[in-house]
């Protein structure tokens, strides 16, 4: 729709003036309402730097923003939303060249070259049509296939309706000005059909919608045509100008947040100076100006798509949190006292800002319930589905903290858990002097560290064996615990255990807030290992896992860990391990989430299953990286559960309705949680851990 000198004149000088009063009027609009969200972005918080690994970061945000990575994990949405993303991506040098137009009439382009301007005007005509199609289906996702995820929206159908309406009049703007350019043509000399065919190959739609325009006159097609251009250029500032205001800021903010994601392992949190903290006696967060710019980006840039609530465990169950509600009441927060905010930071005028913002609605039992803030099990399945980046454990955490740690309000079962941890090194306030207890059954000794270095073991030890708490003190997790001892054993891996020297590793601590008992806990554990050169490490219990690999490495505790599937599934495929002995039965596998979500590892458990004989692996409905929380995490293990139905009921109800003999499990909290859940349903699957069944397959073992 490029304008030659002929048609400059349609413009005139007032109308070029009023585009640029008017464009001027929109930038400026837009440059003070994003000046006032980045100064929202920069206001308090602690430091955070996001600009590591640039390659790593740009390849990032090329995947998951403008290869839809996420996006077709529903392929419905997956395609609408990429028909619309395209589209964007296509038309922005259509709205430059518009904008352009607008100020200099008859220009053009310069900077673009004659067979690259066709090609693009060829997929621009494409991209009309796709555009409108994405727009059409996203409206009927909302509006007659709907799904649960998806609330009803204003913002959202006013935003999808605009994006429609400015394919309609670009499109009709196009085909006016091609009708009124072979008009003026055939006035010339030319035969209507001649001045229109020469725009057939390069805009075939714009052609055909121009040849249903070309018995109209010239003065209606000009009218046409400068109502849709005009209509179509405040359409865009309109939509510009309302992003910001509106869920759809993700248009503009998701790309950048996608750049700055956290690049360290998923299931790590950050480690903060606790020291420090305490001096300022500060912890965590109670405002919302508390959290850092990268998180406050977090709120701008929720889609409200409800994706991460699909297999959320609390939102299933009828608990007050639910993912996309959390991120919506602090997006809220911030927005509700943002100019009482940007003042007083600022020390701009009367002090008013202040008076504002003593009286405000707390962003704790105001904005956000202690309940909701409680009932997370950082499970991490709302951070897998996020197509945009957004993470939501991290500030559920921060929270926590401040409410332990500065208020001690917490619910009273924790203390207990934080009792037993301090004193007694395990959270089930079990005596410190039993945690070795589990290995009298065994047949063979299981050395402690500090009695292989007296032993001077030829070739020292392999592997630290990490029991954890449960593997120590729970009776299924002391079973558990044993068969990875015999399976170690069977493949001639020289390994110990710490005994009474092991301590809680601080996983529920940490997840419930208590970051200073955290810490305690870790550099006790640090400083233990490598006063015994420890640089390898298995443990059976995923959190453990977890905390060993990608929070002590904080602590100056760098080790190499793996979870026990990992490790025994790699003894059976280099023949050390030979699982000969098997029983026919069908088999579920419950993913725990601190294994699969956390830290990508779903593979080596299923590989052991199947290298059983007789067993057969049948998936769950909600596997891998889908797969429904039990209901322990986050510290949720030792705490009540006392609103909506009971999370380890539901996820053990899916699992019953596999039809499988029995369950597969890798975790000792998935193994307490469905075991209790089996009971309290009365049901009938019974929960196996896969290290216990591989070791009932051994050619031969006691008992």
Known sequence: MTITPAQATYFGFSGTLLFALLLLGALTLFTYTASRRIQLLTLGGPPEDRLDHPLARLWHMAAYGLLQRKMFRDPYAG????????????????????????????????????????????????????????????????????????????????????????????????????ALDAA?????????????????????????LS??????????????????????????????NYLPFAKHFHVITALPNLFFAKLEPAGKMATFDIERAAEAEKFGVSKIEDFTWKQKLDMFTCTECGRCREVCPTHLTGKPLTPKGFMVDLRNALYADADALIDADAGRGDGSAEVALAARRPLIGGWIDEETIWACTTCRYCEHACPVGITFVDKITDLRRHLVLEKSSFPKEAQTAFNGMERQGNPWNLAASDRAAWTVDLPFPVLTMAEAADAKLAGGVEVLFWVGCAGSYEERGKRVSRSLARLLHEAGVTFAILGTEETCTGDAARRLGNEYLFQTLARQNVETMKGYGVTRIVTNCPHCFNTLANEYPDFGGTFEVMHGTELVSRLVREGRIRLVNGEARSLSFHDPCYLGRHNGVYDAPRELLNAIPGIVLKELP?????GMCCGAGGGRMWLDETIGARVNQARFAEIEANGTDAVGVSCPFCMVMLGNAKTELAGRTEAYDVLELAAQALPAHPG
């Open 211 to 240: 040849k249903q325009f070309s018995f109209l006159s010239s003065s209606s097609l000009q009218a046409i045509y400068f109502g849709a251009w005009w209509a179509h250029l405040v359409a865009i500032f309109v939509f510009g």
């Open 622 to 626: 909600l596997s891998r990286g889908n």
């Open 79 to 178: 395609l609408y939303h990429a028909l619309i993303f395209s589209g964007f991506l296509v038309l922005l040098l259509r709205t430059l060249m518009l904008v352009f137009e607008g100020l200099f009439p008859g220009a053009g382009l310069p900077f673009l070259p004659t067979g690259f301007w066709q090609g693009y005007l060829l997929v621009k005509d494409l991209v009309l049509v796709t555009t409108f199609a994405g727009v059409v289906l996203a409206l009927a996702r909302r509006h007659v296939a709907k799904k649960e995820r998806l609330d009803p929206s204003f913002d959202a159908d006013l935003i999808l309706l605009l994006i429609g309406f400015l394919m309609v009049t670009d499109l009709g703007a196009g085909a006016a000005k091609m």
């Open 184 to 208: 003026k043509s055939a006035a010339l000399g030319a035969t209507p059909s001649t001045a229109l065919a020469q725009n057939a190959l390069w805009e075939p739609l714009t052609y055909s």
